[in-house]
């Protein structure tokens, strides 16, 4: 290439009109310490936030099983747990996007909140920023954080392996949205934390900031040291923990059903039940008749489970009115009730919710194993 | 005795009298024997044992040398023609490798996905015989989530192509830890489809690659297999910026190979009009295959597959003859996969008789030997030609190649020189990895991959495209090091194989429905499917209603017309630069960046067929600008060439350096292994620039791909090549054959054909004078 491609690329970039970046540079560190902020190492600042838990505190041991089916058996303190955020220059995954912002909530023991936030001044210290963030993480029995199992931990480990930082072992991770979603999907339809938020704590953010804003704001900070924005991410990272914190002690007494708040009861028996299963089944019961027969259905799985069988079939009449509901009914007809006309009635009405189902959907394989059960079930209770 | 009866067909067809007519030439590549070398000593027992249950006591000479290289750990490419057993040059190191070493890995680059599967069940064959319980798996686009962790993880060869490793590997590194740490062998198959945009980009993949390696610590060695073409260490060396060393001598056995050089009869001498090379195509292959003969008939688009597939099956089908039970499948990209792994079986066991192909089939896979391959019209390069001669050709007998030209420049031109195909004198394959565009992008890539540290090495202007970025907010300079600072993933907006991510999408609104029927680039789009223009997909007009382009939508209606639109395109240039002026003397040749702005604002409406002009429309659309490379030949008033121009009338000076123009952007691809359409021309009778008579060639993509440098050097090979092309045209004063298609304003100049024919020998005179032979 006998040309300069520096002067190519002006030429490309005058035709772009691509807009020359501002390079004002003012003093960020005066900043962040008017903020509040402290310098822990060069480039790294962290900074504290106590405030009154709002929340009933847990003085007994956590069941963890309650939000994981992968720790059954393990407990905490609510002391010794903490929650976890970050805040990040992108929405992607890959090499490129990092986190620039963590916050680390724990309770203390007389109920306050207390949030830690780590901030890094810059790129260049990020091992720094991610050593600190470690050794908080380390030290609790467990994390918490929402949506981070597909979000925050997967990040942390590929900053960890991108600084060339080994993690070590690391506590327990708990992904409250895990919990949130069994609990509040039918209700709430979207999980968010500010949803949740708003429905579970009644609270409203003035002047929050998206999510999707935040990697320019920080842009803009590195560049600028505009601040005023900065502090809204700050803001947003704190709140984002306390609610974390505040939630995770509801959605815990929800599950115990020492809090009854709106949410969906198979959902509810479905987390009751790696914790105990006699109160899921409580749930479940409660719920029978009252729903569009989903209880029923949860019910009758738990006791097949347990082989009672008996029980199981007794359910019946709570199914909803779909081709299993009938079919069940059916047979409940016939084994319980002893009165083979019922029997064949509902066995009628499954096999016209069925035909109906194949005409409308296609023909599958199960379908027509359980059309070819259900004509000679009719057959043979017509033989009577 | 097969190979006896197909070589007696073979003779038959080539004396019988309706193809006789048409033939211009017979060439023969004469037999070959095989050469063999042992197998090597130290060759893990494994893996000696399972190449001896194969079958495979020797090595072919160049698989041989391929171990020999590969251990010493030199990067090398290999040149193989079809069925040389090249997979071997590389499974057999990579596989010794790995088995010596645990922690080895191997990356396997295919420049598609079909080729990737292929390449697996081939592998996985080895590997069961060998009793190897390495896992190699397939990650790309379609490979399902649990499949992905699993390859991650645990795969010893990754077989992918460049696109995923772009999109999906490099930017995600850190959960490749290990694989990058061991890996090995780079294999890269098929490195001649790597040229123009799409291997200028892969270069800058490969320098990418080659960095994350050496972040985790390896240092893999290359190992590239490339069918003919003229520059293979050149390509090579180019593509992953090492010195590379070349094995050329090829051991596997060759069985004599016949190339007919079939030129459709003239049907009007004056103006040069030929029978259709689809056509008699399809009749020489009727021909072969009514006598037996496995038949495989290349065409140039999908569209020509379906039809000519359809048409010799309909011959076939009559009931009257004993030819039904020849069945003839056609094949293209876009088929589902099993489709083709139907017909790649049915080929191989011979229950398909016949193919129709686009060039889908010329890349390496596996449909056993076919015994005639008919090439309907120039496939576009030397290195296609061969590829697709080589489809034709089993262990033993003869086989036969009939190329039957089209009517272009181009063709006519191989048809009058076969000397030049037989020579082998492939062309070579260029890319430019530093074209201004595409380097930046990988830059923001790599960045987003890993920081950029000072004094780091990564193309050749590292620094001004840090700065460049930097300024641009895209990057951030601290403390020694360029960060990504941007919320986007960058390689998700680059596309290896388009010249941009965002292109048009045509929508079929035909009876209310919403279906996509194609896509198109933007400056194209403008030219083709501009409002109440014809657009033809499948055989089927379309009009647009409505070319949307800040949506990127075109919606079409289906509609029966009788005439087909043409935009009148004009373009503005303005000159930026006049970087390189490799001769000078006679003419002023130059080499410089450009700004092209093309404008259409009126179209012409042509009836089908007869070409008749029968209205005009007007365009609505705001002109589209480009900066790229180009060439310009300047008549500076002191060669011969320039007093011939100005000894002409004006318009008849304006005529001739039209049909100049013409005949160098149709015989350039003969030189420069690129597509007609990658070359824009313009010609200037007082050009705004130098104001001088001036033709200037540029590349189409942005930025250039180093068309415009190759196009300086090659002025001479392609003027002399054109000036043959003239003198053995049958037509009298100039035809869509040689010069093209004259404008109307031209028609009172009747015999353009002498004043080009002129024109380029002067323009040669003066080039020889210069010095610049
Ligand atoms: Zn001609």
Same mark, same amino acid.
């Given at each position: 290439m006998?040309?300069s491609?520096?002067a190519?690329l002006?030429?490309?970039?005058?035709?772009e009109?691509?807009?020359?970046?501002?390079?004002?540079?003012?003093?960020?560190?005066?900043k962040?310490?008017a903020?509040?902020?402290?310098?822990? /190492?060069d480039? *790294?600042?962290?900074?504290?936030?106590?405030?009154? #838990? @709002?929340?009933?505190? %847990? &003085?007994s041991?956590?069941k +963890?099983?309650a939000?994981?089916?992968?720790?059954?058996g393990r407990?905490?303190l609510?002391?010794?747990?903490?929650?976890f955020?970050?805040?990040?220059?992108?929405?992607?995954?890959?090499?490129g996007?990092?986190?620039?912002?963590?916050?680390?909530?724990?309770f203390?023991?007389?109920?306050?909140?207390?949030?830690?936030?780590?901030?890094?001044?810059?790129?260049p210290?990020?091992?720094?920023?991610?050593?600190?963030?470690?050794?908080?993480?380390?030290?609790?029995?467990?994390?918490?954080?929402y949506?981070g199992?597909?979000f925050?931990m997967p990040?942390?480990?590929?900053?960890l392996?991108?600084?060339?930082i080994?993690?070590g072992?690391?506590?327990?991770?708990?992904?409250?949205?895990?919990? /949130?979603?069994? *609990?509040?999907?039918?209700?709430?339809g979207?999980? #968010? @934390?500010k949803?949740? %938020? &708003?429905?579970?704590?009644? +609270?409203?953010?003035?002047?929050d900031?998206?999510?999707?804003?935040?990697?320019?704001?920080?842009?803009?900070?590195?560049?600028?040291?505009?601040?005023?924005?900065?502090?809204?991410?700050?803001?947003?990272?704190?709140?984002?923990?306390?609610?974390?914190?505040?939630?995770f002690?509801i959605?815990?007494?929800?599950?115990?059903?020492?809090?009854?708040?709106?949410?969906?009861?198979?959902?509810?028996?479905?987390?009751?039940?790696?914790?105990?299963?006699?109160?899921?089944?409580?749930?479940?019961?409660?719920k029978?008749?009252?729903d569009d027969g989903?209880?029923a259905?949860a019910?009758?799985k738990?006791?097949?489970?347990?082989n009672?069988?008996?029980?199981?079939?007794a359910?019946?009449?709570?199914?909803?009115?779909?081709?299993?509901?009938?079919?069940?009914?059916?047979?409940y007809?016939?084994k319980?009730?002893?009165?083979?006309?019922a029997?064949?009635?509902y066995a009628?009405?499954?096999?016209g919710?069925?035909?109906?189902?194949?005409?409308?959907f296609?023909?599958t394989?199960t379908?027509?194993?359980?059309?070819?059960r259900?004509?000679?079930?009719?057959i043979?209770?017509?033989?009577? | 005795?097969?190979?006896?009866?197909?070589d007696n067909?073979?003779?038959?067809?080539?004396?019988?009298?309706?193809?006789?007519?048409?033939?211009?030439?017979?060439k023969?590549?004469?037999?070959?024997?095989?050469?063999?070398?042992?197998?090597?000593e130290?060759?893990n027992?494994?893996?000696?044992?399972?190449?001896?249950?194969?079958?495979?006591?020797?090595?072919?000479?160049?698989?041989?040398?391929?171990?020999?290289f590969a251990m010493?750990r030199?990067?090398?490419v290999?040149?193989?023609?079809?069925?040389?057993?090249?997979?071997?040059?590389?499974?057999?190191?990579?596989?010794?490798?790995?088995?010596?070493?645990?922690?080895?890995?191997?990356?396997?680059?295919?420049p598609?996905k079909?080729l990737?599967q292929?390449?697996?069940a081939e592998l996985?064959?080895l590997?069961e015989?060998a009793?190897?319980?390495?896992?190699?798996?397939?990650?790309?686009g379609?490979t399902?989530?649990a499949?992905?962790?699993?390859?991650?993880?645990?795969?010893?060869?990754?077989?992918?192509?460049?696109?995923?490793?772009?999109?999906?590997i490099?930017p995600?590194?850190?959960?490749?830890?290990?694989?990058?740490?061991?890996l090995?062998?780079?294999?890269i198959d098929?490195?001649h489809?790597?040229?123009?945009v799409f291997?200028?980009?892969v270069?800058?993949?490969?320098?990418?690659l080659?960095?994350?390696?050496?972040?985790?610590?390896?240092?893999?060695?290359?190992?590239l297999c490339s069918?003919?073409i003229?520059?293979?260490?050149?390509l090579?060396?180019?593509?992953?910026?090492?010195?590379?060393?070349?094995?050329?001598?090829?051991?596997?056995?060759?069985p004599e190979k016949i190339?007919a050089?079939?030129?459709?009869?003239l049907v009007d001498?004056?103006?040069?009009?030929r029978?259709?090379s689809?056509?008699?195509s399809?009749?020489?292959?009727a021909?072969?295959?009514?006598?037996?003969?496995?038949?495989?008939?290349?065409a140039?688009?999908?569209?020509?597959?379906?039809?000519?597939?359809?048409?010799?099956?309909?011959?076939?089908s009559?009931?009257?003859?004993?030819?039904n039970n020849?069945?003839?499948?056609p094949?293209?990209s876009g088929?589902l996969?099993?489709?083709?792994?139907?017909?790649?079986?049915?080929?191989r066991?011979?229950?398909?008789?016949?193919?129709v192909?686009t060039n889908?089939?010329e890349?390496?896979?596996?449909?056993?030997?076919?015994?005639?391959a008919?090439l309907?019209?120039w496939?576009?390069?030397?290195?296609?030609?061969?590829?697709?001669?080589?489809r034709?050709g089993r262990?033993?007998g003869?086989s036969?190649?009939?190329?039957?030209?089209?009517?272009?420049?181009?063709d006519?031109?191989y048809?009058?020189?076969?000397?030049?195909?037989?020579?082998?004198?492939?062309?070579?394959?260029?890319?430019?990895?530093?074209?201004?565009?595409?380097?930046?992008d990988?830059v923001?890539?790599a960045?987003f991959?890993?920081?950029f540290?000072?004094?780091?090495?990564?193309?050749?202007?590292l620094?001004?495209v840090?700065?460049?970025?930097?300024?641009?907010?895209v990057?951030?300079?601290?403390?020694?090091?360029?960060?990504?600072?941007s919320?986007s993933?960058?390689?998700?907006k680059?596309?290896?194989?388009?010249a941009?991510?965002?292109?048009?999408?045509?929508?079929?609104?035909?009876?209310?429905?919403?279906?996509?029927?194609?896509e198109?680039d933007?400056?194209?789009?403008?030219e083709?499917?501009?409002?109440?223009a014809i657009?033809?997909?499948?055989?089927r007009?379309?009009?647009?209603?409505?070319?949307?382009?800040?949506?990127?939508?075109?919606?079409?209606?289906?509609r029966?017309?009788?005439?087909?639109?043409?935009a009148?395109v004009?373009?503005?240039l303005?000159l930026l630069?006049?970087?390189?002026?490799?001769?000078?003397?006679?003419?002023d040749l130059?080499?410089?960046?450009?700004?092209?702005?093309?404008?259409?604002?009126?179209?012409?409406?042509l009836?089908?067929?007869?070409?008749?002009?029968?209205g005009?429309?007007?365009?609505f659309l705001?002109?589209?600008?480009m900066?790229?490379?180009?060439f310009?030949i300047?008549?500076n008033n002191?060669?011969?060439?320039?007093?011939?121009?100005?000894?002409l009338?004006?318009?008849?000076?304006?005529?001739c350096?039209?049909?100049?123009t013409?005949m160098?952007r149709s015989m350039?691809p003969?030189?420069l292994l690129?597509?007609?359409?990658?070359?824009g021309t313009a010609w200037?009778?007082r050009d705004?620039?130098f104001?001088?008579p001036?033709?200037?060639?540029?590349?189409?993509?942005?930025g250039?791909?180093?068309l415009?440098?190759a196009?300086a050097?090659?002025?001479?090979?392609i003027?002399?090549?054109?000036?043959?092309r003239?003198?053995?045209?049958d037509?009298?004063?100039?035809?869509?054959?040689?010069?093209?298609?004259?404008?109307?304003r031209?028609s009172?100049?009747?015999?353009?054909?002498a004043?080009?024919?002129r024109?380029i020998?002067?323009v040669?005179?003066?080039?020889?004078?210069?010095?610049?032979?």
């Open positions: 006998g040309t491609l520096r190519r002006e030429r490309i970039r005058s035709m009109k691509q807009p020359k970046a501002a390079a004002l540079q003012t003093d960020k560190q005066e962040l310490s903020a509040g902020w402290q310098q822990t /190492a480039g *790294l600042w962290e900074r504290q936030d106590k405030s009154h #838990s @709002l929340a009933a505190f %847990e &003085t041991a956590i +963890l099983a939000f994981s089916k992968n720790l059954a407990e905490a609510l002391n010794n747990l903490c929650f955020d970050f805040e990040t220059s992108g929405l992607s995954g890959g090499s996007n990092i986190a620039f912002l963590a916050a680390v909530g724990s203390t023991n007389n109920g306050d909140f207390v949030v830690r936030q780590l901030f890094m001044e810059d790129y210290y990020e091992a720094a920023f991610l050593n600190s963030l470690l050794s908080l993480l380390k030290k609790p029995a467990a994390i918490v954080t949506n199992a597909s925050d990040l942390l480990n590929v900053r392996a991108m600084n060339q080994s993690p072992k690391l506590p327990a991770h708990i992904d409250l949205l895990h919990a /949130a979603r069994r *609990l509040f999907r039918k209700t709430l979207d999980c #968010s @934390l949803s949740l %938020e &708003t429905e579970l704590l009644g +609270l409203f953010r003035h002047n900031i998206p999510g999707s804003e935040v990697p320019a704001v920080w842009f803009d900070f590195l560049k600028t040291g505009n601040m005023a924005k900065m502090e809204n991410v700050f803001r947003h990272n704190a709140l984002d923990v306390m609610s974390l914190g505040r939630l002690v959605i815990y007494n929800a599950i115990l059903g020492k809090v009854i708040c709106t949410c969906d009861e198979v959902g509810l028996a479905s987390l009751q039940n790696s914790l105990d299963p006699q109160m899921a089944e409580n749930t479940l019961k409660d029978l008749g009252k989903r209880a259905m019910l009758a738990l006791y097949s489970k347990n009672r069988k008996t029980e199981r079939l359910l019946a009449p709570y199914y909803p009115e779909n081709f299993h509901g009938f079919y069940a009914r059916s047979i007809a016939e319980l009730l002893l009165d083979s006309k029997s064949l009635l009628e009405r499954a096999l919710v069925l035909k109906a189902d194949a005409e409308r296609g023909n394989k379908r027509s194993i359980m059309l070819d259900v004509r000679r079930k009719i043979r209770l017509k033989g009577y | 005795m097969k190979t006896a009866k197909t067909k073979i003779k038959e067809f080539l004396s019988d009298a309706d193809v006789a007519i048409g033939l211009k030439s017979i023969k590549l004469p037999a070959q024997a095989a050469s063999f070398a042992e197998l090597p130290n060759l027992a494994g893996l000696a044992a399972a190449m001896k249950a194969r079958a495979y006591e020797k090595l072919y000479i160049h698989q041989r040398k391929a171990w020999d010493q030199r990067d090398f290999v040149l193989t023609p079809t069925a040389s057993g090249k997979t071997l040059c590389y499974n057999l190191p990579v596989l010794h490798t790995l088995m010596e070493d645990p922690e080895a890995r191997a990356l396997y680059l295919f598609t079909a990737s292929d390449q697996q996985n064959e590997l015989s009793e190897l319980k390495f896992p190699a798996v397939t990650y790309d379609d399902p989530r499949q992905r962790k699993m390859a991650r993880e645990s795969a010893r060869i990754v077989i992918s192509n460049p696109d995923m490793l772009h999109s999906g490099l995600n590194h850190t959960k490749w830890i290990q694989f990058f740490a061991g090995k062998f780079i294999v098929e490195m489809s790597y040229r123009g291997g200028s980009h270069a800058n993949v490969f320098r990418r080659l960095r994350i390696a050496r972040h985790y610590g390896s240092d893999p060695v290359f190992i069918a003919t003229g520059n293979p260490v050149e090579a060396e180019a593509l992953v910026g090492r010195k590379i060393d070349a094995i050329t001598e090829n051991g596997a056995p060759r190339i050089f079939y030129n459709p009869p001498p004056v103006q040069g009009i029978r259709s689809a056509d008699e399809m009749r020489l292959s021909k072969l295959l009514e006598k037996g003969v496995r038949t495989i008939l290349f140039r688009s999908r569209l020509k597959v379906e039809i000519l597939a359809s048409y010799l099956n309909k011959r076939f009559n009931i009257y003859n004993n030819n020849i069945r003839v499948e094949y293209r088929l996969p099993n489709e083709r792994r139907n017909i790649e079986k049915g080929l066991d011979g229950t398909v008789s016949g193919v192909s889908a089939l890349l390496g896979i596996d449909i056993g030997g076919l015994d005639a008919i309907a019209a496939p576009g390069s030397m290195s296609s030609f061969w590829q697709q001669a080589g034709a262990r033993q003869q036969l190649v009939v190329f039957v030209a089209s009517a272009s420049p181009l006519q031109f048809i009058e020189n076969p000397e030049r195909c037989m020579e082998a004198k492939a062309e070579s394959a260029r890319i430019d990895p530093e074209n201004p565009y595409i380097y930046t990988h923001k890539c960045a991959e890993l920081p540290k000072e004094g780091e090495v990564f193309g050749s202007e620094e001004s840090l700065d460049f970025l930097t300024e641009g907010g990057l951030r300079q601290s403390g020694g090091r360029w960060f990504w600072a919320a993933y960058p390689a998700e680059i596309s290896l194989r388009s941009s991510a965002d292109n048009i999408v045509i929508v079929d609104t035909t009876k209310g429905q919403n279906s996509v029927i194609g198109m933007i400056p194209s789009a403008k083709l499917v501009f409002d109440d657009y033809i997909h499948k055989g007009q379309y009009v647009v209603q409505k070319l949307d382009i800040e949506n990127r939508h075109c919606f079409v209606e289906a029966e017309t009788n005439y087909y639109t043409d009148v004009k373009n503005d303005k630069s006049e970087d390189e002026k490799p001769f000078g003397g006679l003419l130059v080499v410089g960046d450009i700004l092209v702005r093309s404008s259409a604002e009126k179209y012409k409406k009836r089908f067929h007869s070409n008749e002009n029968i005009y429309g007007e365009i705001p002109p589209e600008e900066q790229t490379r180009t310009a300047v008549f002191k060669g011969q060439a320039a007093l011939f121009l100005q000894s009338g004006e318009m008849e000076s304006a005529s350096l039209a049909g100049f013409s160098l350039a003969l030189e690129c597509d007609y359409q990658d070359l200037r009778l705004d620039h104001l001088l001036s033709v200037y060639i540029w590349d189409r993509y942005p250039g791909t180093g415009a440098e196009m050097q090659k002025l001479d090979a003027l002399s090549a054109a000036y043959k003239l003198e053995h045209c037509c009298q004063y100039g035809c869509p054959s040689c010069i093209g298609v004259a404008e109307e031209f009172n100049f009747k015999d353009r054909k004043s080009v024919n024109l020998k002067l040669l005179t003066d080039l020889h004078a210069s010095g610049q032979g």
